[in-house]
C-alpha cells in the first residue's frame, strides 16, 4: 500500500466533487460520440492529477519558514504587510510563489505559530504573476503570531484561471509548519512576507515544494539574490 501511496498520491477531498462531475461529463460524451469521450478521460485524470495530495517531509527547526506552496519563486521584493492585517508598516520582505494548472495546489502553512488575523478580500482574476496581483485580485489573507512574538504573514491570491479559494484556518488556532491549511482552484499564487529582520534563502526562478523548501530562518541576514520580476 505505501508503494502504492508513493506512485499515485491521495485525492484530496476538494476534488472528489469535481473529479465525480469530470467523469459524468465523460460517460455523456461516451454516449454523444466516442472520440470526445476519450478526450473527456483525459481530462479526468489531469482533474484527478490537479487535486492530488502527496505526503510531505517537514524539516525540524521552529525557526524556519517553509514554502506554502509548491510552484517558482516569481517575485521578491520589499513592501509592507497589506494593511488589512494591521501589523505595521515596516518594509518587510515579500516572497510569492507562483502556482500553474500542473502544480500541486495544496497549501501548508509555513511557520508554528497562533492564527492571530484572517481578511478575506474579493477582487479580479488577472494573471497572478503579475505584482498587481496582490492587490488587484481576490485573496485570503493571514497573519500567524510565532512564538517568540513576531509575525509572519501569507496570503492566498487567486489567479487568472482560479475561481476559488479555500482556506480552513480559524482565529486563536494553533499551528503548526507544514500543516495543510487549504487550496486554491486553478492556478494561482501566494504570498509570504517574512518577519521583521529576516531575509529570503531563495531566488526568484527557483522551484518550491510545499512544507519542504526553506524560504527563511533566523540569522538569514543575507541579502536576496533574485529581485522582483
Known amino acids: 500500500m505505501s508503494t502504492f501511496r508513493q506512485t499515485i498520491p491521495p485525492l484530496h477531498p476538494e476534488g472528489h466533487r469535481f473529479v465525480a462531475i469530470f467523469a459524468g461529463v465523460t460517460a455523456g460524451f461516451f454516449f454523444l460520440y466516442q472520440p470526445l469521450g476519450w478526450v473527456g478521460v483525459i481530462l479526468t485524470l489531469w482533474c484527478a492529477y490537479f487535486f ?15 514554502a506554502p506552496a509548491d510552484g517558482v519563486i516569481s517575485l521578491i521584493s520589499e513592501v509592507p504587510v497589506p494593511a488589512e492585517l494591521e501589523a505595521g508598516e515596516e518594509l518587510r520582505w515579500r516572497v510569492s510563489v507562483f502556482m500553474n494548472v500542473f502544480n500541486v495546489h495544496v497549501n501548508r502553512v509555513p511557520t508554528n505559530g497562533i492564527i492571530r488575523k484572517l481578511h478575506y478580500v474579493p477582487g479580479k482574476f488577472i494573471n497572478a504573476e503579475l505584482d498587481k496581483a496582490s492587490d488587484d485580485n481576490e485573496r485570503q489573507l493571514v497573519l500567524l503570531e510565532r512564538t517568540g512574538g513576531d509575525t509572519i504573514a501569507f496570503v492566498q491570491i487567486a ?3 482560479a475561481r476559488r479559494i479555500v482556506c480552513y484556518l480559524q482565529e486563536g488556532e494553533q499551528v503548526s509548519r507544514g500543516e495543510r491549511f487549504g487550496l486554491i482552484r486553478f492556478g494561482s499564487r ?9 531575509t529570503p534563502l531563495v531566488v526568484v526562478g527557483q522551484k518550491t515544494v510545499a512544507g519542504e523548501t526553506i524560504l527563511a530562518g533566523t540569522g538569514s541576514g543575507e541579502a536576496p539574490a533574485g529581485q522582483a520580476i
Request: negative net charge; without cysteine.
Open 52 to 66: 492530488r495530495d502527496p505526503t510531505r517531509l517537514v524539516p525540524d527547526g521552529d525557526d524556519l519558514i517553509l
Open 159 to 161: 489567479g487568472l484561471i
Open 190 to 198: 501566494v504570498d509570504v512576507y517574512l518577519p521583521e529582520g529576516m
